[in-house]
Protein backbone atom coordinates (compact mmCIF):
# COMPACT_ATOMS: atom_id res chain seq x y z
CA UNK A 1 0.00 0.00 0.00
CA UNK A 2 1.20 3.76 -1.09
CA UNK A 3 1.26 6.46 0.94
CA UNK A 4 -2.16 7.99 -0.40
CA UNK A 5 -3.45 4.33 -0.01
CA UNK A 6 -1.98 4.65 4.00
CA UNK A 7 -3.55 7.94 4.48
CA UNK A 8 -6.96 6.85 2.74
CA UNK A 9 -7.20 3.72 4.94
CA UNK A 10 -6.34 5.24 8.03
CA UNK A 11 -8.93 7.92 7.57
CA UNK A 12 -11.60 5.60 6.88
CA UNK A 13 -10.70 3.64 9.62
CA UNK A 14 -10.84 7.34 11.99
CA UNK A 15 -14.77 7.41 10.41
CA UNK A 16 -15.35 3.46 11.35
CA UNK A 17 -13.91 4.02 14.85
CA UNK A 18 -15.56 7.99 15.21
CA UNK A 19 -19.41 6.09 13.96
CA UNK A 20 -19.05 2.54 16.06
CA UNK A 21 -17.21 2.76 18.99
CA UNK A 22 -20.17 4.26 21.17
CA UNK A 23 -21.99 1.05 19.80
CA UNK A 24 -19.47 -1.32 19.81
CA UNK A 25 -18.93 -0.45 23.85
CA UNK A 26 -22.50 -0.37 24.18
CA UNK A 27 -22.71 -4.07 22.62
CA UNK A 28 -19.47 -5.37 25.05
CA UNK A 29 -21.60 -4.00 28.08
CA UNK A 30 -25.07 -5.51 27.41
CA UNK A 31 -22.46 -8.84 26.80
CA UNK A 32 -20.88 -8.65 29.60
CA UNK A 33 -22.30 -6.75 32.37
CA UNK A 34 -19.28 -5.12 33.13
CA UNK A 35 -19.72 -0.99 32.23
CA UNK A 36 -16.19 -0.38 33.14
CA UNK A 37 -14.44 -2.87 30.77
CA UNK A 38 -16.64 -2.31 27.52
CA UNK A 39 -14.81 0.90 26.48
CA UNK A 40 -11.38 -1.05 26.72
CA UNK A 41 -13.07 -4.23 25.10
CA UNK A 42 -14.33 -2.23 22.17
CA UNK A 43 -11.21 -0.23 21.90
CA UNK A 44 -9.37 -3.62 22.61
CA UNK A 45 -11.94 -4.92 19.24
CA UNK A 46 -11.39 -1.93 16.94
CA UNK A 47 -7.63 -2.42 17.31
CA UNK A 48 -8.04 -5.56 15.79
CA UNK A 49 -9.79 -4.31 13.57
CA UNK A 50 -7.24 -1.77 12.46
CA UNK A 51 -4.61 -4.63 12.67
CA UNK A 52 -6.98 -5.91 9.61
CA UNK A 53 -8.08 -3.08 8.01
CA UNK A 54 -7.26 -3.69 4.62
CA UNK A 55 -9.50 -7.55 4.89
CA UNK A 56 -12.20 -5.50 6.88
CA UNK A 57 -13.38 -2.32 5.43
CA UNK A 58 -13.47 -4.71 1.69
CA UNK A 59 -16.34 -6.63 3.52
CA UNK A 60 -19.42 -6.45 2.85
CA UNK A 61 -20.32 -5.51 6.15
CA UNK A 62 -17.33 -4.43 8.07
CA UNK A 63 -19.90 -3.45 10.88
CA UNK A 64 -21.32 -7.05 11.37
CA UNK A 65 -17.31 -8.12 11.45
CA UNK A 66 -16.87 -5.54 14.40
CA UNK A 67 -19.83 -7.04 16.45
CA UNK A 68 -18.40 -10.18 15.70
CA UNK A 69 -15.60 -9.55 16.90
CA UNK A 70 -16.78 -7.15 19.98
CA UNK A 71 -18.98 -10.51 20.48
CA UNK A 72 -15.86 -13.25 20.14
CA UNK A 73 -13.88 -10.98 22.92
CA UNK A 74 -16.62 -10.91 25.32
CA UNK A 75 -17.18 -14.63 25.38
CA UNK A 76 -13.89 -14.79 25.97
CA UNK A 77 -13.35 -12.65 28.23
CA UNK A 78 -16.21 -14.06 30.28
CA UNK A 79 -14.99 -17.41 29.95
CA UNK A 80 -11.87 -16.35 31.24
CA UNK A 81 -13.59 -14.94 34.14
CA UNK A 82 -15.89 -18.01 35.05
CA UNK A 83 -12.51 -20.30 35.16
CA UNK A 84 -10.91 -18.22 37.57
CA UNK A 85 -13.83 -17.86 39.86
CA UNK A 86 -14.38 -21.89 39.13
CA UNK A 87 -10.38 -22.29 40.43
CA UNK A 88 -10.76 -20.15 43.30
CA UNK A 89 -13.93 -22.02 44.45
CA UNK A 90 -12.46 -24.92 44.71
CA UNK A 91 -10.73 -24.30 46.98
CA UNK A 92 -12.52 -22.15 49.34
CA UNK A 93 -14.12 -24.28 52.47
CA UNK A 94 -17.83 -24.96 52.88
CA UNK A 95 -17.61 -24.89 56.67
CA UNK A 96 -15.69 -22.57 59.09
CA UNK A 97 -12.38 -23.72 60.62
CA UNK A 98 -13.13 -22.77 64.42
CA UNK A 99 -10.74 -21.51 66.75
CA UNK A 100 -10.52 -21.97 70.44
CA UNK A 101 -10.94 -17.79 72.32
CA UNK A 102 -10.22 -16.12 68.43
CA UNK A 103 -9.06 -12.70 68.71
CA UNK A 104 -12.38 -10.98 66.83
CA UNK A 105 -11.19 -7.94 66.77
CA UNK A 106 -8.31 -8.79 65.06
CA UNK A 107 -9.81 -11.39 62.81
CA UNK A 108 -12.27 -8.27 61.39
CA UNK A 109 -9.30 -6.09 61.15
CA UNK A 110 -7.45 -8.49 58.99
CA UNK A 111 -10.37 -9.51 56.85
CA UNK A 112 -11.55 -5.81 56.56
CA UNK A 113 -7.68 -5.79 55.28
CA UNK A 114 -8.03 -8.20 53.04
CA UNK A 115 -11.07 -6.66 51.39
CA UNK A 116 -8.96 -3.93 50.28
CA UNK A 117 -6.29 -6.14 48.48
CA UNK A 118 -6.70 -6.53 45.04
CA UNK A 119 -8.12 -9.84 43.67
CA UNK A 120 -4.87 -11.06 42.71
CA UNK A 121 -2.80 -10.04 45.61
CA UNK A 122 -5.87 -11.62 48.41
CA UNK A 123 -6.03 -14.50 46.30
CA UNK A 124 -2.72 -15.33 46.93
CA UNK A 125 -2.32 -14.18 50.58
CA UNK A 126 -5.31 -16.37 51.23
CA UNK A 127 -4.57 -19.51 49.02
CA UNK A 128 -0.89 -19.48 51.16
CA UNK A 129 -1.61 -18.61 54.88
CA UNK A 130 -5.62 -19.76 55.44
CA UNK A 131 -5.24 -22.78 53.09
CA UNK A 132 -1.76 -23.29 53.38
CA UNK A 133 -1.41 -24.35 49.95
CA UNK A 134 1.94 -24.33 48.52
CA UNK A 135 3.19 -21.88 45.62
CA UNK A 136 3.03 -24.22 43.23
CA UNK A 137 -0.39 -25.03 44.42
CA UNK A 138 -1.58 -21.51 44.73
CA UNK A 139 0.14 -21.15 41.14
CA UNK A 140 -2.10 -23.96 39.48
CA UNK A 141 -5.40 -22.94 40.85
CA UNK A 142 -4.84 -18.79 39.89
CA UNK A 143 -3.62 -20.19 36.74
CA UNK A 144 -0.23 -18.45 37.42
CA UNK A 145 2.94 -18.17 37.56
CA UNK A 146 5.22 -19.58 40.77
CA UNK A 147 7.57 -16.44 40.64
CA UNK A 148 3.40 -14.14 40.28
CA UNK A 149 2.32 -16.42 43.44
CA UNK A 150 6.17 -15.47 45.18
CA UNK A 151 5.49 -11.49 43.76
CA UNK A 152 1.55 -10.85 44.77
CA UNK A 153 1.83 -13.24 48.39
CA UNK A 154 4.51 -11.07 49.04
CA UNK A 155 3.27 -7.46 48.43
CA UNK A 156 -0.24 -8.41 49.46
CA UNK A 157 1.56 -9.38 52.83
CA UNK A 158 3.45 -6.10 52.98
CA UNK A 159 0.27 -4.28 52.41
CA UNK A 160 -1.58 -6.03 55.25
CA UNK A 161 0.98 -4.76 57.62
CA UNK A 162 0.82 -1.41 55.86
CA UNK A 163 -3.22 -1.37 56.44
CA UNK A 164 -3.39 -3.10 59.77
CA UNK A 165 -0.91 -0.02 61.20
CA UNK A 166 1.20 -0.12 64.20
CA UNK A 167 -1.44 -1.70 66.77
CA UNK A 168 -1.29 -5.16 64.44
CA UNK A 169 2.72 -4.51 63.81
CA UNK A 170 3.64 -8.11 64.50
CA UNK A 171 5.22 -10.44 62.87
CA UNK A 172 3.57 -12.06 59.59
CA UNK A 173 3.53 -15.43 60.82
CA UNK A 174 0.81 -13.64 63.25
CA UNK A 175 -1.07 -12.28 60.11
CA UNK A 176 -0.77 -15.45 59.11
CA UNK A 177 -2.14 -17.15 61.85
CA UNK A 178 -5.10 -14.86 62.16
CA UNK A 179 -6.04 -15.74 58.35
CA UNK A 180 -6.10 -19.22 59.54
CA UNK A 181 -8.89 -18.40 63.31
CA UNK A 182 -10.23 -16.24 61.41
CA UNK A 183 -11.90 -18.74 58.49
CA UNK A 184 -11.34 -16.16 56.00
CA UNK A 185 -11.42 -19.33 53.90
CA UNK A 186 -14.89 -19.64 55.09
CA UNK A 187 -16.88 -17.41 52.62
CA UNK A 188 -15.76 -15.71 49.09
CA UNK A 189 -15.83 -12.14 48.99
Not at 34 to 63: F, I, M, S, Y
Not at 90 to 111: I, K, Y
Request: charged share 30%.
Amino acid sequence: MGPVDDAAASAEFHAFFERHHAELARLAHLLTGEPDAADDLAADALLALWHRWDRVRTADHPVAYARGVVANMARSRIRSAVRERRRITLFWSQREDRAENPDVPGMVDVREALRRLPFRKRACVVLRHSFDLSEKETALALGVSVGTVKSQTSRGMAELQRLLGPREAAPRHVHAAALRAGGVAGRAR
